[in-house]
């Protein structure tokens, strides 16, 4: 898999929108972006992949640059509730593994 | 149902005991797995299952031995674990093991062992 590097930690004020950025410069054409977060003390939950193209869902929006050597997350309102923990990774299919770097911690500031 | 339920949530256990944990899932997902994450560190894979097969070892010790019963059930049986061993066992669930399926993770077990 490709490796990818992420700042360690990053603030947001509550209710503006959080960026958070992940460099894969390593990264093939058939790998995946994938984006999770861990709240303390529980399981890591998925937010959103993607391959090339931007995405949206309920949660976030995922955008990878057009030489797909970095993405962004983008939480669009910031609560509290999103105080985590956020691992990107890229993922490709031979060898089943989604594997785990060691994330950015994002902390609201109310 | 669009949960991963794992119990139990907090076990403690003697070097000497022989425990198991349970995972369980409603999805119709079938794969399955088992990551071992230890405390201020991003969770590891231990095991993969696909479609009740076991696919991936990654070079798991033998005090650890996983089991899937069937599609919505995966077990972790413990024996004769070092303290070491302490940390929280996170099950996860997928449709399938491709690419396009995130993934559903339990809230976890937390083992000590002493």
């Known amino acids: 898999d490709a490796k990818t590097t992420q700042p360690p930690s990053m603030d947001c004020a509550e209710g503006r929108a959080a960026n958070l950025p992940c460099n894969h410069s390593?990264?093939?054409?058939?790998?995946?972006v994938y984006w999770y977060r861990q709240i303390h003390s529980q399981g890591p939950q998925y937010i959103i992949h993607g391959l090339k193209n931007n995405e949206t869902n309920e949660m976030a929006s995922l955008i990878i640059t057009e030489d797909r050597k970095s993405s962004t997350l983008i939480l669009p309102h910031a609560t509290l509730r999103d105080t985590a923990v956020y691992y990107c990774i890229v993922r490709i299919d031979i060898n089943e593994k989604l594997t785990f770097g060691t994330g950015t911690r994002l902390t609201i500031i109310p | 149902d669009t949960e991963v339920t794992q119990t139990p949530k907090h076990l403690v256990m003697g070097m000497t005991n022989k425990k198991s944990l349970k995972c369980e899932q409603h999805m119709g997902h079938r794969a399955m797995y088992w990551y071992k994450q230890k405390a201020k560190k991003p969770p590891e894979l231990m095991f993969v299952y696909s479609y009740e097969k076991l696919s991936i070892n990654e070079s798991v010790p033998s005090r650890f031995s996983p089991e899937c019963p069937n599609s919505s059930l995966l077990n972790l049986h413990l024996h004769a674990l070092q303290p070491e061993d302490s940390a929280l066992y996170l099950c996860a669930s997928s449709r399938e093991t491709g690419l396009s399926y995130g993934y559903t993770f339990g809230s976890g077990t937390r083992l000590t062992v002493v």
């Open positions: 390593t990264i093939s054409g058939n790998e995946y």
